[in-house]
Nanobody, 123 residues
């Protein structure tokens, strides 16, 4: 089900920065972990980062550690993904997904999704 809404995608040069945002229904952040997933052309949806319900823990894919940072703003009901020093392999459609309380890196474990936002990294 589409209950989330991503924004902030676009075209960025290699080495640049981009900030994605995921709008969450009010009250959900205390009950759902929010994950960021990427789907590159010809590939399945893969987990990039996640923040658990209540913001207790965060997780990152090895390839984005030290470059990406996930955060949440309870007042604004949003979860953001700050992408720094982007690389060509970061290109893809980025989705946010919600799973009950703890992060689930498997797309099937996320009950709700957004429509996705395109990120394209150019040389």
């Amino acid at each position: 089900q589409l209950r989330l809404a991503e924004s902030g995608g676009g075209l960025v040069q290699t080495g640049g920065s981009l900030r994605l945002s995921c709008a969450i229904p009010r009250g959900w952040l205390d009950h759902y972990a929010i994950g960021w997933f990427r789907q590159a052309p010809g590939r399945g949806r893969e987990a990039i980062s996640c923040i658990s319900a209540l913001g207790e823990t965060t997780h990152y894919r090895d390839s984005v550690k030290d470059r990406f940072a996930v955060s949440r703003d309870k007042a604004k009901n949003t979860v953001s993904l700050q992408m720094n020093n982007v690389e060509s392999d970061d290109t893809g459609i980025y989705y946010c997904g919600a799973s009950p309380r703890t992060c689930d890196s498997h797309p099937a474990g996320n009950n709700y999704w957004g429509q996705g936002t395109q990120v394209t990294v150019s040389a």
